[in-house]
């Protein structure tokens, strides 16, 4: 299978937002959009984006993964972008309608279908700088996605900086290409200059979270990440491993931790990355002021293991939804 983000199925949905109203959802090949030079998101970057999965179970049957919480963020995404947006119930039933057109393109276990639903503003405007899109698109393009892991589970390299920011204190929490935008030269130089696969923003000390993936610690029994502060992203995946570590009997600690704490504890610890794309990665190796500190013994520790397994089991279809997580297709 193509790598992640490359393959895409040939149908999606699609609405668009003009005077006033949103057009019905309609099912269109996906095909390259025709855009004026002036359009609002070339300019002034008035778009968000969600991702998540829909996964075909043993038995056949296909459910998509809590598309509700998905469904709120980008609600929330586009208020602060102050973009207009399909409601709660139509922003669901366009997830439900991709996912339906497409379901003999979604692979089987451990592969899955991944929902892009993008809004974007499309007034043609350049002079619209401090003003709203009055104009926008809606679509939700999807894409089959292999064993993200088929070559197995390596621990990352993971650069600390206590003082690039990633976002700013309240837009960390939407999911927005700018974010991305600014996060990005970080990154390229990390990887060049250290070999790190990703970094850690930690602006004034305080540990935040990766440029596509919340962060949690592990040690002692308490597993600790940064609290839903308007800074960081809100990750499903988060939430999840919350619960299932909470369910666990882990302490979950959804507070404050400095650089210094983080150094201090990993080495007798775990640490992971979570988000859609990845579930839980591993974290071996933190790069700080020239150190590299061993995180546990590098390898992927047993928390991190049982956690990632219980999830992936409930994604899946093979173990039990006692949250309730899993949405039936709706046809
Ligand atoms: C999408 C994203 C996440 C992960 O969110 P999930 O809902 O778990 O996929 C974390 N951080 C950032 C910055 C993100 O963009």
């Known amino acids: 299978m193509a790598a992640f983000g490359t393959e895409f199925t040939q149908e999606m949905v699609i609405s668009q937002y003009e005077d006033g109203q949103w057009s019905d959802l309609a099912l269109v090949p996906v095909e390259p959009f025709s855009l004026h030079p002036a359009t609002h998101v070339l300019h002034y970057a008035s778009e968000c984006f969600e991702g998540l999965k829909a996964y075909r179970a043993d038995s056949g049957d296909i459910h998509l993964f809590r598309p509700d919480r998905h469904v709120n963020r980008m609600l929330n995404s586009a208020e602060q972008l102050l973009l207009p947006i399909p409601d709660e119930t139509t922003l669901a ?12 393109e979604i692979p089987v276990n451990p592969g899955a279908l991944y929902l892009r639903p993008t809004l974007f503003g499309t007034e043609e ?18 894409s089959p996605v292999g064993d993200y892991f088929a070559g197995g589970l390596k621990p990352l390299r993971v650069k600390v900086d206590d003082k690039a920011q990633r ?33 850690l923003f930690s602006p004034g000390g305080i540990v935040q979270e990766t440029g596509a993936a919340n962060f949690i610690l592990i040690e002692g029994g308490e597993l600790i990440t940064k609290p839903l502060d308007g800074s960081v992203l809100p990750g499903v995946t988060r939430d999840c491993i919350l619960a299932l570590a909470a369910d666990a009997g882990l302490k979950v600690s959804e507070r404050d931790f400095t650089v210094a704490e983080l150094l201090e504890r990993a080495p007798h610890g775990e640490a992971a990355l979570t988000g859609t794309a990845a579930v839980l990665t591993p974290v071996g190796e933190l790069l700080h002021d020239g150190n590299c500190v061993k995180v546990g013994d590098g390898a992927m520790g047993p928390w991190s293991t049982r956690l990632r397994e219980q999830l992936c089991a409930i994604q899946t279809g093979a173990a039990e939804d006692k949250y309730g997580w899993r949405v039936p297709l709706n046809t």
């Not at 619209?128 to 679509?139: E, M, W």
């Not at 976002?167 to 970080?186: H, L």
């Open 93 to 104: 039933r366009a997830l439900h309608m991709a996912v339906a057109a497409v379901t003999d």
């Open 125 to 142: 405007d350049i002079g619209a700088a401090a003003r709203p899109s009055q104009k926008a698109t809606f679509y939700v393009l999807t």
């Open 167 to 199: 976002s700013t204190p309240d837009f960390g929490e939407v999911k927005t290409g700018g974010n991305y935008a600014a996060a990005m030269r970080q990154i390229v130089r990390a990887r060049e200059e250290l070999g790190a696969d990703q970094v």
